[in-house]
T-cell receptor, first 112, second 113 residues
Framework: KQEVTQIPAALSVPEGENLVLNCSFT??????LQWFRQDPGKGLTSLLL?????REQTSGRLNASLDKSSGRSTLYIAASQPGDSATYLC???????????FGSGTRLLVRP | AAGVIQSPRHLIKEKRETATLKCYPI?????VYWYQQGPGQDPQFLIS???????DKGSIPDRFSAQQFSDYHSELNMSSLELGDSALYFC????????????FGPGTRLTVL
């Protein structure tokens, strides 16, 4: 059974710092991996999608990497801003399924 | 850009009542997914449809049923509601094929009293 873990559970940084969020998964037979952002009580905004054959994807200040064989992905946020404060979730889709399996998220606070 | 539309946004029901949640996917998306997110929890997959056929099933209670219609919108029907059904219910949609990124709607917040 696939298990997705995110470390740390919470993170507080001063504005301007570069930071890395970690996501690990136990079964490497994934189809793709998505990173989401969720504001309190709100929906999930898709940030980046990485296919299993890809190593990384970039969008603006965000860069996500994938090491499928070791079961790891990282989300790098450059020059963090208070508006980046939210919960960041990673989710994997397995080869044999349509569903996304989510991690428990990292709650990020960027202090002004 | 058009997004996934969910209605209603908020719903309050009594125990043992029924509820119907609606989802309108992004235009030209033919796959829809339903997820349930309890308080302080991560989203859990319920069910998905591709071209109006059930494509995958997760931990959906027998009291719940869903379908996708000819215009690709989907409805989640929930009967005999329990207090534990109180949650955010998300619908997502995607294109089929290789780059099937899932785009989520704003969610329906269901409160069962």
């Amino acid at each position: 059974k696939q298990e997705v873990t995110q470390i740390p559970a919470a993170l507080s940084v001063p504005e301007g710092e570069n930071l890395v969020l970690n996501c690990s998964f136990t079964d490497s037979a994934i189809y793709n991996l998505q990173w989401f952002r969720q504001d309190p009580g709100k929906g999930l905004t898709s940030l980046l999608l990485i296919q299993s054959s890809q190593r990384e994807q970039t969008s603006g200040r965000l860069n996500a990497s994938l090491d499928k064989s070791s079961g790891r992905s990282t989300l790098y946020i450059a020059a963090s801003q208070p508006g980046d404060s939210a919960t960041y979730l990673c989710a994997v889709r397995m080869d044999s399924s349509y569903k996304l399996i989510f991690g428990s998220g990292t709650r990020l606070l960027v202090r002004p | 850009a058009a997004g996934v539309i969910q209605s209603p946004r908020h719903l309050i029901k009594e125990k043992r009542e029924t509820a119907t949640l609606k989802c309108y996917p992004i235009p030209r998306h033919d796959t829809v997914y339903w997820y349930q997110q309890g308080p302080g929890q991560d989203p859990q997959f319920l069910i998905s449809f591709y071209e109006k056929m059930q494509s995958d099933k997760g931990s959906i209670p027998d009291r719940f049923s869903a379908q996708q219609f000819s215009d690709y919108h989907s409805e989640l029907n929930m009967s005999s509601l329990e207090l534990g059904d109180s949650a955010l219910y998300f619908c997502a949609s995607s294109f089929p094929g290789g780059y099937n990124e899932q785009f989520f709607g704003p969610g329906t917040r269901l409160t069962v009293l």
